[in-house]
């Protein structure tokens, strides 16, 4: 059943910004807005997403600075932080929102700036990701997110024999689709070797295992079914989303390779939609570190347990195979500027799902997933959309 | 209409605490659930406020450490971050979710530690607050937001000979309040002459016209109206929750003194409620400073425009006045954890609305309005409950 429907996308180049941060909002918003016809008088509501303008920017109370600046003054704003996972949750709520007639039509976006154009170097910026990390019994402990993914990604490889050519495999094919998205922060291709002879970070990532910090933002357009005709934009249904978190700190977590939270979101998705990992045409997922798309594609129901790194290395997933996965480039290339990153998977989406994709286009695409999580594999957010029938 | 009912408040006193963020909220959440009658496996959702954690302390993506916490591991749980009116969007969306029937029980709160506990002096502190002015145009100014207000309350002063004695006013019958609310931060009277005998902050306000920064937590538990029967909890009815923003930065504000969102959201809260400002017997509204309770007091149609002044010096808001304001001693006497305010409020409400607020009960209430604020005058949410019939 659908619950609502995008009809607008927008998102800057990932990447080295120097606008700030209601800026950079804008230069995804006023395209979101353009593509789907929408005048800023016929938003009812922003949803905006944000993770760390606090501790980057001094920068806090954003929602309604940006409304005022993209035009919108005087709407409902409410800022989401939920980790990397954050605008896919402002998203879920716009879709909540406009579903139970709270609004008409909704705009839904998040921005970032991580790099050092806010004056923050790489340590900094990795002290400040670290605070979504457990405060009393992991950042002490100096546990940053290399190392949180890294624990999780030893646990994986030694339960199903995962091994570093087959997580490498998960950067070479994001790099290569990323060669094709414009938009992507990393536009170069990668090798195996590329991968494996780079330096350490925490075992068992290279640095070529790792995503960057980004700038960027991302914005959609978000009204109910019956009303997306009135506008110019090509809909695209929201059929399902799901949001589940999990125990923090990760040395609570049961079974942490299972990264139960994302298989709690999926379910939910699937059922509200009707659907299940199998009917999926592609999907865009959170592979913040290469394991972390292992994981999730398996998490998704979109190989079996245990069957993500040998999915990744023999080219399953690749824009070719039978289940294409991150076809942007995902984090790893396109990049990831940390409140901007789950409304550009939903860009993504829309995009395949209209067959507006250039280069990268999964042909006939029908049905996307998209899953988007924070923390320690703590929040998640899984999305699915289909093709307007 | 009843939107929803909440079934459980509590909170912990406000003013210096030592203990981390979710072990404060621990401590007024357990109270609210022990009050509700509910079980940690009866919460099928977390809605969570907090401000400035990132900043202060290092500590984001605070919503699923605290739901493990507490015991609710792997719900949906989300922060959101509106400055001073975090958790009361929190609340509204909490209301949202129930009424749309998303979830059927839903925990909400926040919590905040602003005092030297968390590291920070005053000065640091002040930074870290004004993080929620422009970034732009007003942080590189120094507008802290003693200076946003005491700018909004000049403009009032002007338009309607608002005075220094009737500000004052506002202080002193807050500060009594506060000597019948054993969590208040400050607990003593103070006098006229003690209010205008203290310092200047930012002209026209003294020391005494400014709320404290304080460290604590509020939570409450919120259910369907059909579903309230089943808790042990008395409920009370919520009947109105409205939500507007007003432009940012303040310069660009047309009649700054009106507090256009306070207007527009009471508009909208009273009309779900099928009320308006006379019908209220008493109101807790955000008076991080003493103009701000003068502007607010009329924006909700409890006083006429330009009577906020006179209506605070006469007693007529007093505890034995017309229309009773901030009977909790509000923000001023009370005390303030940012994040965790809006909710504070709730809990007032809640408790003169079952006559349980002890010795500073209004007697016979049946309706009362919340009016949360965030930044410049900017994100304000107004709630109005009332006693279950």
Known sequence: MTRA?????????????????PELFAEATLPALDDGGV???????????NAMGG?????????????SHIGCAGVPAQRFEDACATSSNAFKHAVEAVEAGLHDTVLVGGVERCTPE???????????????????????????FPGVFGLLTKRHMYEHDTTDEQLAGVAVKNHANGT???????????????????????????????C??????AAAVVTSADNAGSFDGESVDVTGVGH???????????????????????????????TDGNEMDFAEVHDCFTGAEVMASEALGLVETGDGGPAAADGRTSLEGSIPINPSGGLKAKGHPIG???????????????GEAGDRQIEGARKGVAHNLGGDAATTVVTVMEAAT
């Open 5 to 21: 429907s995008v009809i607008g996308v927008g998102m800057t180049p990932f990447g080295v910004h120097e606008a700030t941060l």
């Open 212 to 217: 960057p910090f980004s700038d960027g933002a």
């Open 118 to 144: 806010t004056g923050l170097g790489t340590g900094a910026m990795t002290r400040v990701f670290a605070s979504a990390s457990h405060r009393q019994y992991e950042q002490p402990s100096g546990l940053t």
């Open 340 to 354: 901007a990153t789950g409304v550009a998977q939903i860009v993504e989406l829309t995009e395949h799902l209209r």
């Open 55 to 67: 501790q980057t920017e001094n920068d806090t109370h954003l929602a309604p600075t940006i409304a």
């Open 244 to 274: 589940a978190t999990d125990i923090v700190p990760l040395a609570d977590k049961v079974h942490p390779s299972t990264t139960r939270a994302a298989r709690d979101a999926a379910t939910e998705a699937y059922d509200q939609a009707g």
């Open 180 to 210: 094709l998205n414009p938009r992507a922060h990393f536009g170069r291709d990668v090798t195996t070797d590329d991968v494996l002879d780079s330096p350490i970070v925490a075992d068992p990532f290279h640095v070529l295992d790792c």
């Open 39 to 49: 005048d800023t008088d016929e938003i009812d509501a922003l949803y905006f997403g």
